[in-house]
């Protein structure tokens, strides 16, 4: 048999479908034939032997006579293709007559029980359907007439159909297996197309995309779902190079200005307060790098979607008090006014560690974004089954066509105008993936010079 590969395998079970059937029909068109044949004989024996019946006459011995001259010459002026043999027997079962065409054999008699039935039997090695009708007079059985009919040619139908559905049999089921065959290869031909273009696919080749097929069939589905697929690993892949990128760039930066610090620090023997103040330098640097570092790995935690979710309830009102109380020497540093009117207590069920890393990176940013002697409100809200919260500031601001671009992680809005604020970018890059995880509304909105507002809506 022809490898099992899926063209193959579409076909055989198709063909194995279509032997049924195929079976079901050549068996029914069988039996259709035979039960008509056999009916046709039936209904002509009963015909002859009606025919026959009056002939018979019954004397006053209770006796039946036969005119012999007469039924032989009316059996042979018929023209039958079939032939017909008649027998009479007597009250003794002893021969009256026969017709010619019986020769020296003789149609045999069966017991009572199968009187007026119809008989398969052989006379001469031949089959023969016959009849035995008992002849009665007065209720009493005065001799039996037989009527039979050969089966030669019915047989000969028959075996010839049953050979003829016999060898058509295989050779259609072949026929079709090639012909399904070749449509099952039309039909997967877009498989094969996917299997090309998926071989093409490498990681530093994420551009092809299967062509499309015309039927918007389940093919078609299974064609765009693997482009969109795609598209995800695509984009997956991108951001993972830029995010590599520029991490070592901004893991680099701190690294630079360390090595260059202790550089210039070995060159010549120095002062202690020198001393002091390039080491003190270089532990803030290195502060910033582990912080750095911290944002990248809770980002790549997100990346990967690998943060397990511990979710309960907890309370709004003290995460933000603890995050003004963790930037409370900032605040103080600024002079910011802190406003903030908690109505009531404020509940929330949502994963407490997240919710406290998005509270703090958005008060951190609205404190490093302020002006000196700046403001920020802090209020909370509840309607029917959401609680939203508002932080504003009126900072520095966003300009409108960076609102876009400020979630991108390591992204700065125009850094170069205020050098003294410094950051990673990453921050509001993290506050998007815990929103998105926690599925938080979160929304911000700005403008230069003005300030900033940043909904949540938990």
Same mark, same amino acid.
């Given at each position: ?195 090309? %273009?998926?071989?093409?696919?490498? @990681?530093?080749? #994420?551009?092809?995309? +299967?062509?499309? $097929?015309? /039927?918007? &069939? !389940? ?33 680099? %930066?701190?690294?630079?200005?360390? @090595?260059?610090? #202790?550089?210039?620090? +070995?060159?010549? $023997?120095? /002062?202690? &307060? !020198? ?184």
């Amino acid at each position: 048999m022809l490898s099992f590969s899926y063209k193959n395998r579409i076909a055989f079970n198709y063909i194995l479908s279509t032997a049924l059937l195929i079976s079901v029909v050549f068996c029914t068109i069988y039996g259709i034939t035979s039960y008509s044949i056999n009916e046709h004989i039936n209904d002509d024996i009963l015909e002859e032997s009606s025919e026959y019946m009056e002939e018979v006459k019954i004397d006053n011995n209770n006796a039946y006579l036969i005119q012999v001259d007469q039924w032989r010459e009316s059996d042979n002026n018929r023209v039958n293709v079939n032939p017909v043999f008649v027998q009479f027997l007597d009250n003794s079962n002893k021969l009256i007559d026969k017709s010619p065409n019986l020769k020296g054999f003789q149609l045999k008699l069966y017991k009572s029980n199968r009187d007026n039935q119809f008989v398969d039997a052989f006379l001469n090695n031949k089959p023969i359907r016959q009849i035995q009708i008992p002849l009665f007079d007065k209720n009493k059985k005065v001799g039996y007439l037989f009527v039979a009919m050969s089966l030669d040619e019915a047989t000969l139908i028959l075996t010839n159909l049953r050979n003829t559905l016999f060898i058509a049999f295989p050779l259609i089921l072949l026929l079709l297996f090639f012909i399904a065959r070749l449509i099952a290869g039309r039909s997967i031909k877009p498989v094969t197309l996917i299997t090309e %273009t998926s071989s093409r696919i490498t @990681k530093d080749n #994420l551009k092809d995309r +299967i062509i499309l $097929p015309q /039927n918007k &069939d !389940e093919l078609f589905v299974l064609s765009k779902t693997i482009n969109d697929l795609l598209d995800r690993i695509e984009n997956a892949v991108e951001r993972e190079k830029q995010f590599t990128s520029d991490a070592s760039h901004e893991l680099r %930066t701190p690294l630079t200005v360390l @090595k260059g610090t #202790l550089e210039v620090l +070995i060159r010549k $023997p120095r /002062n202690q &307060d !020198e001393y002091e103040e390039k080491i003190n330098f270089c532990i803030s640097e290195v502060n910033r790098l582990n912080n750095l570092v911290d944002q990248l790995l809770l980002l790549a935690r997100f990346e990967n979607h690998k943060q397990s979710l511990r979710i309960e309830k907890i309370y709004l009102n003290a995460i933000i008090l603890d995050a003004l109380t963790l930037y409370s020497s900032k605040i103080k540093d600024k002079n910011i006014e802190i406003v903030h009117d908690f109505a009531k207590d404020y509940f929330i069920k949502s994963d407490n560690y997240l919710v406290g890393t998005i509270i703090s990176n958005i008060i951190s940013n609205a404190i490093k974004y302020s002006n000196q002697d700046g403001k920020i409100s802090i209020t909370i809200t509840k309607s029917d089954s959401k609680t939203s919260c508002i932080i504003t500031d009126n900072g520095i601001g966003i300009r409108e066509t960076d609102l876009d671009k400020i979630l991108n992680p390591f992204y700065r809005s125009n850094p170069t105008l205020h050098p003294e604020v410094k950051g990673s970018g990453l921050g509001l890059s993290i506050v998007e993936r815990i929103t998105q995880l926690l599925n938080i509304e979160f929304k911000i909105e700005s403008e230069l010079n003005k300030g900033t507002q940043v909904y949540l809506i938990f």
